[in-house]
């Protein structure tokens, strides 16, 4: 009996802080969302913001921001830290990495100054390594990357900066599509540049660079197409999808770019993204909360010219 | 009276003593003349003329034997000799001695040497050699005691030898596609191996090259295709008015979310503009907060209206304060597993305590999913 009404004392207690809650929603600040009204379309918090002590010790690092095939994020830091808060893993590499991407066949990789990597973890019972968690080397980068990011259909793309010969380019890397003559798989250079290229995305067949407020398409013909224009800001970072289609990103919004135009999905500052499967994740780099927007497909559906507005529902101001 | 002559006595032994009159005559004469003053000898005081003087005497030749010379001057020679041979012996043996004590040092160090390797040699495996799992890889067994890394070495210096070599023959390819094909499966069995020392591990690499880029037509943006691209007519620039009805949209839907929303209301013509309560939009998204609902209308090519959608702007609600410390657990609850010293102090500082063997199995099975797929995805068996 003493225990049953401990129980009731411990679900009233517990209870208690959500109807407080339920009054005072706190809201995101500077960020507005816009949604298609459809069913399969909607937001979803993957990580809440993280503490404050964890965005003070992490926030002037340079960040690395990859989903994997399972839908989880994972985040690494420029001091060799790696995490991934849903499956619970945080490990510090020995050695500093400055990009690693988590591909849809399960593969993570690593590039370390000058060599690409894979993550491997000894025995606890093995002495043959110092360190549990470590990067075994797999083979050379392409000279002078600052970027590696992941295509669709497990490709890897690298965009990399020859000041010496003032030459931006983009470097290809799809083992299962591509072999050189000798039967190894090889970098391929898909784009190069004069002007300086911000983000790259595709799926090593179509490759969509930016450069600027402007997005390139590189189509299977080798042929370069102006694909959108932003009107105000330069675009930072690429995604894509094959079943979505191309996501951008610039200093103060996230965007779906679509044959006929652009949909701005959310308005905030300095988001990151990543896609995987149906959804578009959004990591909020001033609080480490990530967002999925599930149902990304559906944007297909609403990239037609858009003639104007019909109607606004809204309060009044006065309201 | 007695004071007086205190003071007197006091006084006098204050003052400066007078100096002579003739203090530094002497220097001023030297002064004068320029050179230094000539003082005569002393004459000597004996009288002369002494009655005790003695004449000089006389001495005879003295004669020298030239035999006896000869055996004198052969005598000192032998001396010489002697002391030189001895000189000699000497040095030879300090020689010796130098030589000796260097041996020994060498000799001590290098069994220093022999004994700690033996002390690493007793921490690997009995046998430095690659032990992968038959079953998982019938060619495990074929990798000879390692060796490996050396067969691995063996192998980039016969490609690249054949690489080296302009035109190969269809035999030579075919020699050159089995080496590759050799040097992958040894690669991935060293990699896969769980006892290769981290020394080798650090020098493996798959030698993935470069295609071409001169057969392959790559795209090239210059400065002047891009200025032609950023002068094209805007995307969203080109609206042309189907209906009185809609409200034109400048940029589409781009940054509508944000301040623009807010002219648009503001602008909106009584005819498309309807007031709506929280309630009326509080449905409309799931998980965020709608602030307003906006029907858009699209047009097909053939300029006409195609269909029209409803758009609903938003506001991100933060997670509910008990989600948002479930997320704060799981950023700072996480398991802490590595081993190094920096996570032991983290682990330490958020007084976590977790099953650390359970994460390294976990975080390994993790690792050897992504291995095994990095394997397939190259095409390695």
Redesign the interface.
Same mark, same amino acid.
């Not at chain 2, 009805?245 to 949209?249: E, H, I, R, S, Y």
């Not at chain 2, 409309?284 to 907060?289: E, F, H, V």
């Given at each position: 009996m003493r225990r049953l009404l401990y129980i009731t004392l411990l679900m009233v207690l517990s209870v208690i802080?959500?109807f407080a809650? /339920?009054e005072n929603?706190?809201?995101?600040s500077e960020?507005? #969302?816009?949604?298609?009204?459809s069913d399969g379309i909607?937001? +979803?918090?993957v990580?809440?913001?993280?503490?404050s002590?964890?965005i003070r010790h992490f926030k002037d690092m340079r960040l690395s921001f990859s989903v994997d095939h399972a839908g989880h994020a994972w985040l690494g830091f420029a001091d060799g830290t790696v995490?991934c808060?849903?499956?619970?893993?945080?490990?510090?590499l020995?050695e500093t990495f400055w990009d690693f991407v988590c591909?849809d066949?399960? &593969?993570?990789?690593f590039a370390t100054t000058s060599?690409?990597s894979?993550?491997?973890?000894?025995? #606890?019972l093995?002495?043959? /390594?110092?360190?549990?968690? /470590?990067l075994?080397?797999?083979?050379?980068l392409?000279p002078n990357c600052s970027r590696m990011v992941k295509g669709a259909e497990?490709c890897l793309y690298f965009i990399c900066n020859d000041e010496a010969a003032r030459e931006n380019t983009i470097?290809l890397?799809k083992?299962?599509s591509?072999?050189?003559i000798? %039967?190894?798989?090889?970098?391929?250079? &898909?784009? &190069?540049?004069?002007?300086p290229i911000n983000a790259v995305a595709g799926d090593g067949v179509n490759t969509w660079v930016a /450069? %600027?407020?402007?997005i390139?398409k590189?189509d299977a013909q080798?042929?370069?197409h +102006?694909y959108?224009?932003?009107?105000?800001q330069a675009i930072v970072d690429l995604a894509y999808t094959k079943s979505s289609g191309l996501f951008y990103t610039t200093a103060f919004?996230t965007?779906y770019a679509g044959v006929n135009?652009?949909?701005?999905l959310?308005?905030t500052r300095a988001p990151v993204i990543a896609c995987a499967g149906n959804s578009l994740y959004v990591l909020f780099a001033h609080s480490?909360?990530v967002?999925a927007i599930e149902g990304i497909d559906q944007l297909l559906?609403?990239d037609?010219?858009?003639? %104007?507005?019909?109607? &606004?529902?809204?309060?009044?101001?006065d309201? | 009276m007695r004071k007086g002559i205190f003071l007197v006595l006091c006084l006098l032994l204050v003052m400066p003593a007078p100096s002579p009159l003739w203090a530094g005559a002497y220097e001023q004469l030297l002064g004068m003349t320029g050179g230094t003053a000539y003082v005569p000898p002393a004459s000597d005081p004996s009288p002369s003329g002494s009655s005790n003087y003695q004449e000089p005497r006389y001495r005879e030749p003295r004669y020298v034997d030239p035999a006896a010379a000869q055996k004198r001057e052969e005598r000192r020679k032998a001396r010489q000799r002697a002391r030189d041979q001895a000189r000699k012996k000497s040095a030879r043996a300090r020689k010796d001695e130098r030589e000796d004590r260097e041996w020994e040092e060498k000799n001590r160090e290098r069994n220093e040497k022999e004994a700690k390797r033996q002390i690493v040699l007793k921490?690997?495996?009995p046998k430095w050699q690659l032990k992968s799992d038959p079953k998982k890889s019938a060619a495990a067994g074929k990798v000879p005691s390692l060796g490996g890394l050396n067969d691995l070495t063996s192998l980039h210096k016969k490609i690249e030898a054949m690489q080296k070599q302009e035109k190969l023959t269809v035999q030579q390819q075919n020699q050159?596609?089995d080496l590759?094909?050799k040097m992958?499966d040894l690669w991935a069995q060293m990699?896969r191996a769980?006892?290769?020392?981290?020394q080798v591990? @650090?020098v493996? !690499?798959?030698?993935?090259?470069?295609?071409d880029?001169s057969s392959?037509?790559?795209? !090239?943006?210059?400065?002047d295709?891009?200025r032609n691209?950023?002068q094209?007519p805007?995307?969203?620039d080109t609206?042309v008015?189907?209906?009185k009805?809609?409200?034109?949209?400048r940029?589409?839907?781009?940054? =509508?979310?944000?301040d623009y929303?807010q002219n *648009?209301?503001?602008a909106?013509p009584v005819d498309?503009?309807?007031?709506?309560?929280?309630a009326?939009?509080g449905g409309?998204?799931?998980?965020?907060?709608a602030?307003?609902?906006?029907?858009?209308? =699209?047009?097909?090519l053939s300029k006409g *209206?195609?269909?029209?959608?409803?758009?609903?702007?938003? @506001?991100?609600?933060?997670?509910?304060?008990?989600?948002?410390e479930?997320? !704060?657990k799981?950023?700072?609850n996480?398991?802490?597993?590595?081993?190094?010293s920096?996570?032991e102090k983290a682990s330490a500082a958020v007084g976590v305590n977790h099953d650390?063997?359970a994460?390294?199995k976990?975080? @390994?099975e993790?690792?050897?999913?992504?291995?095994?797929?990095?394997m397939?995805?190259?095409?390695v068996k």
């Open positions: 802080p959500l809650q /339920s929603v706190e809201i995101m960020t507005t #969302l816009l949604l298609p009204l909607n937001t +979803r918090w990580l809440p913001p993280a503490s002590d964890f995490l808060p849903e499956k619970g893993y945080m490990f510090k020995p591909l066949n399960g &593969v993570i990789l060599r690409l894979l993550l491997r973890v000894s025995d #606890l093995q002495k043959t /390594s110092s360190d549990t968690v /470590s075994q080397p797999i083979a050379m392409p497990n470097w890397f083992p299962q591509y072999q050189g000798r %039967g190894i798989p090889e970098y391929q250079k &898909v784009f &190069v540049s004069d002007s /450069s %600027g407020r402007l390139l590189i080798k042929q370069l +102006r959108y224009l932003h009107p105000h919004a965007g135009g652009a949909i701005e959310l308005n480490f909360g967002m559906n609403y037609l010219p858009l003639a %104007g507005i019909k109607k &606004v529902m809204a309060p009044r101001f309201q | 921490q690997l495996p050159l596609a590759d094909k992958l990699v769980a006892d290769t020392p981290d591990r @650090k493996l !690499r798959l030698p993935i090259g470069f295609a880029a392959q037509n790559v795209p !090239r943006l210059s400065q295709m891009l691209m950023l094209l805007a995307d969203n609206f008015e189907l209906s009805d809609l409200m034109p949209v940029n589409g839907l781009v940054n =509508f979310a944000g929303l *648009i209301i503001a909106a498309i503009f309807e007031a709506a309560t929280d009326e939009l409309l998204l799931k998980n965020s907060l602030i307003a609902k906006v029907t858009m209308a =699209f047009r097909d *209206i195609a269909s029209v959608a409803d758009f609903a702007i938003g @506001k991100i609600p933060m997670p509910q304060a008990s989600i948002a479930t997320g !704060r799981i950023y700072t996480i398991a802490f597993a590595s081993l190094n920096f996570m650390s063997a994460f390294i976990d975080l @390994k993790e690792a050897t999913v992504g291995q095994r797929a990095f397939e995805w190259m095409g």
